[in-house]
């Protein structure tokens, strides 16, 4: 397991030699390199690691007013039990200056937006310093423009008001209004102008989210899940009979951010683990669309196998307590591809202690890089897990003691997978191992390929462009 550190100086040259580097000691300042520590304990924010943030002055509509607008909706029809919108209740939060967000699952589990701009909204005298994101008042001055709309809240909104619709573009979609307006705003202001929007982070923790202007906001840097439902054409999608690089890209690891999901289970400590009495479980869908076609395929070789619990689930309070008594009673949790390559299922199981155990041939995964996945999760191509008693024996034959150093290392990074940040609002200082944080960090990672980026547009003469070389995968 590794994380990055800027001391790899003292590590790797000697004294002697640190002179003659000093030219090059910059680059190692801003892309550190990796120790032996799988998280550190107690950390101290690394001052080397400073991403100046502008916030775009969007009117609060699109953010804390859009929260304070969905507390007065009526209950979200398509969950049985909507916990934010009892009968009778008072809408007591549509009155806050920073509203909670939603309890409801359907929205909680893509409420990045809500935690990042937290920690911006937060004043400088509470941060206590562990934020790598530090706010300034001028556009010219950052290093990246944070868009301040809740896009996954506002489209998420509208689904529960009128799923059939959401696609459309149509007067009635609410949705794709506000992105509309919202891009009308940043796209005239200076600041998008100077760069093309290559430096502007959007937060796209639903695949939904900003859906009919994924090509307005292709430049900028994404903050998304996965790829799933973007498009990526490069050389591959013409099997290798091209040799154009890139046609078009919406998303690249090499601009874009992977971002968790925020985890629905409640973190179970390891000094509270108990013995496991099942081999594997997994609750949700059967069915489902595209890469998720293997779900069906995975459910029905092994539902009948012993040890293996495979569940239907719904989105309410029943199907999350039995999800809580489901991982913490098994060794193993599924984690097949969707109808995108991941879910939130994966970081349940990571704050339940139990050991993924991903079919996603397709999948990014956050702070890949930061961590290593392989040393707390079992990775299973598509193929070998619809061999028949394949992925049973396979999971049978790993060691007790190889699934408690994987259970060991899952309750190490779980504060990696951490939003929230325990402070109403959100207004309050962040765990510098959080997962607010840890997106800093690789946005911050990205700045000196944008500051590249914008600077080679700016000197091109009129009439001229910059083909597309890079090949990003």
Same mark, same amino acid.
């Given at each position: 397991?590794?994380?990055?550190?800027?001391?790899?100086?003292?590590?790797?040259?000697?004294?002697?030699?640190?002179?003659?580097?000093?030219?090059?000691?910059?680059?190692?300042?801003?892309?550190?390199?990796?120790?032996?520590?799988?998280?550190?304990?107690?950390?101290?924010?690394?001052?080397?690691?400073?991403?100046?943030?502008?916030?775009?002055?969007?009117?609060?509509?699109?953010?804390?007013?859009?929260?304070?607008?969905?507390?007065?909706?009526?209950?979200?029809?398509?969950?049985?039990?909507?916990?934010?919108?009892?009968?009778?209740?008072?809408?007591?939060?549509?009155?806050?200056?920073?509203?909670?967000?939603?309890?409801?699952?359907?929205?909680?589990?893509?409420?990045?937006?809500?935690?990042?701009?937290?920690?911006?909204?937060?004043?400088?005298?509470?941060?206590?310093?562990?934020?790598?994101?530090?706010?300034?008042?001028?556009?010219?001055?950052?290093?990246?423009?944070?868009?301040?709309?809740?896009?996954?809240?506002?489209?998420?909104?509208?689904?529960?008001?009128?799923?059939?619709?959401?696609?459309?573009?149509?007067?009635?979609?609410?949705?794709?209004?506000?992105?509309?307006?919202?891009?009308?705003?940043?796209?005239?202001?200076?600041?998008?102008?100077?760069?093309?929007?290559?430096?502007?982070?959007?937060?796209?923790?639903?695949?939904?989210?900003?859906?009919?202007?994924?090509?307005?906001?292709?430049?900028?840097?994404?903050?998304?899940?996965?790829?799933?439902?973007?498009?990526?054409?490069?050389?591959?999608?013409?099997?290798?009979?091209?040799?154009?690089?890139?046609?078009?890209?919406?998303? =690249? *690891?090499?601009?874009? $951010? @992977? +971002?968790?999901?925020?985890?629905? %289970? &409640?973190?179970?400590?390891?000094? /509270?683990?108990?013995?496991?009495?099942?081999?594997?479980?997994?609750?949700?869908?059967?069915?489902?669309?595209?890469?998720?076609?293997?779900?069906?395929?995975?459910?029905?070789?092994?539902?009948?196998?012993?040890?293996?619990?495979?569940?239907?689930?719904?989105?309410?309070?029943?199907?999350?307590?039995?999800?809580?008594?489901?991982?913490?009673?098994?060794?193993?949790?599924?984690?097949?591809?969707?109808?995108?390559?991941?879910?939130?299922?994966?970081?349940?199981?990571?704050? =339940? *202690?139990?050991?993924? $155990? @991903? +079919?996603?041939?397709?999948?990014? %995964? &956050?702070?890949?890089?930061?961590? /290593?996945?392989?040393?707390?999760?079992?990775?299973?191509?598509?193929?070998?897990?619809?061999?028949?008693?394949?992925?049973?024996?396979?999971?049978?034959?790993?060691?007790?003691?190889?699934?408690?150093?994987?259970?060991?290392?899952?309750?190490?990074?779980?504060?990696?997978?951490?939003?929230?940040?325990?402070?109403?609002?959100?207004?309050?200082?962040?765990?510098?191992?959080?997962?607010?944080?840890?997106?800093?960090?690789?946005?911050?990672?990205?700045?000196?390929?944008?500051?590249?980026?914008?600077?080679?547009?700016?000197?091109?003469?009129?009439?001229?462009?910059?083909?597309?070389?890079?090949?990003?995968?």
């Amino acid at each position: 397991m590794v994380l990055l550190s800027s001391s790899i100086h003292t590590l790797f040259f000697s004294i002697s030699l640190i002179c003659l580097l000093s030219v090059s000691s910059f680059l190692y300042v801003n892309n550190s390199v990796p120790t032996t520590t799988l998280i550190p304990q107690n950390t101290v924010q690394d001052s080397a690691f400073n991403l100046k943030v502008f916030v775009s002055e969007l009117p609060r509509s699109y953010n804390y007013g859009l929260l304070q607008e969905y507390w007065s909706l009526p209950p979200d029809n398509r969950i049985k039990f909507d916990p934010d919108h009892l009968p009778g209740s008072s809408r007591k939060h549509s009155n806050k200056e920073f509203p909670p967000y939603p309890n409801n699952p359907v929205h909680t589990q893509y409420s990045a937006e809500y935690w990042l701009l937290g920690d911006l909204m937060t004043p400088e005298s509470l941060r206590n310093n562990n934020s790598v994101a530090k706010r300034v008042s001028d556009a010219k001055d950052a290093d990246v423009i944070f868009v301040p709309f809740f896009a996954a809240l506002s489209c998420e909104m509208q689904a529960s008001i009128d799923r059939r619709i959401i696609t459309r573009k149509v007067d009635k979609n609410e949705d794709y209004r506000r992105q509309k307006e919202v891009m009308d705003i940043v796209t005239n202001s200076e600041a998008w102008i100077r760069s093309g929007g290559r430096d502007h982070v959007f937060v796209l923790a639903d695949p939904m989210a900003m859906w009919h202007v994924k090509d307005e906001i292709a430049p900028a840097i994404l903050l998304v899940v996965d790829f799933g439902g973007w498009v990526q054409i490069d050389a591959k999608a013409s099997h290798g009979n091209s040799n154009e690089k890139i046609g078009h890209t919406q998303v =690249s *690891l090499i601009k874009d $951010v @992977i +971002v968790p999901y925020n985890h629905l %289970l &409640p973190a179970l400590q390891l000094s /509270d683990n108990q013995p496991r009495h099942n081999l594997l479980f997994y609750k949700g869908a059967k069915h489902r669309q595209r890469g998720g076609v293997i779900r069906a395929k995975l459910w029905s070789m092994l539902e009948h196998e012993p040890g293996v619990v495979m569940e239907e689930g719904v989105a309410d309070e029943t199907g999350r307590q039995q999800s809580i008594k489901g991982m913490r009673d098994s060794e193993f949790c599924l984690h097949p591809a969707g109808d995108t390559p991941t879910s939130c299922r994966l970081f349940d199981a990571i704050q =339940s *202690l139990c050991i993924p $155990v @991903i +079919v996603s041939d397709q999948i990014e %995964l &956050p702070f890949e890089g930061i961590i /290593d996945y392989s040393e707390f999760s079992v990775f299973v191509s598509s193929n070998d897990a619809l061999q028949p008693k394949w992925l049973v024996t396979h999971l049978q034959n790993i060691s007790k003691e190889q699934r408690e150093e994987y259970r060991k290392n899952l309750a190490r990074v779980q504060p990696m997978f951490e939003y929230d940040n325990g402070f109403p609002g959100g207004i309050g200082p962040i765990d510098p191992n959080g997962t607010v944080n840890q997106i800093w960090k690789k946005i911050y990672h990205k700045v000196p390929m944008i500051k590249e980026a914008v600077t080679r547009n700016r000197r091109k003469p009129p009439g001229t462009s910059i083909p597309l070389r890079c090949q990003c995968t």
